[in-house]
Structures are given as C-alpha cells and as structure tokens.
C-alpha cells in the first residue's frame, strides 16, 4: 500500500468518527477523482455524511484532480497548500473548483482531528 493510500485510510477512520466532518458534509454528494504521474488513481466518494476512500478510476467523478505523487501526498498531509499548488499549475483541477475549495476544507478538519 502506498503511503498516500496508508494516510487516506488513516483519514478515512478519523472521518467517520468525526461530528465535524458529519456536520460538513451533510447533503452533500461527490465523487473526486485523484490521479498523475506516480500515483496509483483512487477516488474519494462523498455520501451521506460519510466519506469513502477506493482505489482505481470512478467511470464518472463530477472533480477529478491530478498532481504528481509528492504533491498529492504533500496537500493530503498538510505539508503543501492545495491553493498554492493550484496557482503554481502543480495541481491541475477538472470539474467545479467551489466543490475542490470544499473538499480542502473537510480535509484540513480531519487533519485537525488527527494531530
């Protein structure tokens, strides 16, 4: 397992014990897309309040994003900003951006959660 699918896992179960990320995610159904060079596709679905981390390609995400691995683990981890690597052209995003604004921000709630 990869270290970005280990750390997804790892925010998986933080996820779903959280009332915070229940609360954000309340009504809200996505499916987001990850991929690039280096990094084996997965892709995270939003449901019901719970968010769910599968490896391979969805046949119709509505955002898809692609950044190579060390960017990818880099803005799952905290060490670099999703919107700085988004300006620099390191992250490239495919669908609507207010949907990849939103995920950031359930992302930096399970990172809080997980320190």
């Known amino acids: ?12 179960e933080v996820a779903a014990k959280s009332e915070d990320v229940a609360a954000e995610l309340e009504g809200w159904e996505r499916v987001f897309q990850f991929q690039g060079e280096g990094v084996k596709p997965f892709y995270i679905t939003i449901k019901d309040g719970k968010l769910k981390v599968s490896e391979g390609t969805h046949d119709n995400p509505d955002l898809t994003m ?3 691995y060390e960017t990818m683990l880099g ?3 905290g060490d670099i900003d999703a919107t700085s690597a988004y300006m620099s052209g390191d992250l ?9 604004v939103k995920f950031r921000t ?4 399970i990172r809080d959660e997980m320190e």
Do not use: C, R, Y
């Open 1 to 12: 397992m990869s270290e970005i699918m280990t750390h997804l896992k790892k925010m998986e």
């Open 66 to 68: 692609e950044a190579n």
């Open 75 to 77: 803005m799952l981890t």
């Open 92 to 100: 490239k995003v495919i669908g609507a951006l207010p949907d990849a």
């Open 106 to 109: 359930v992302i930096e709630i």
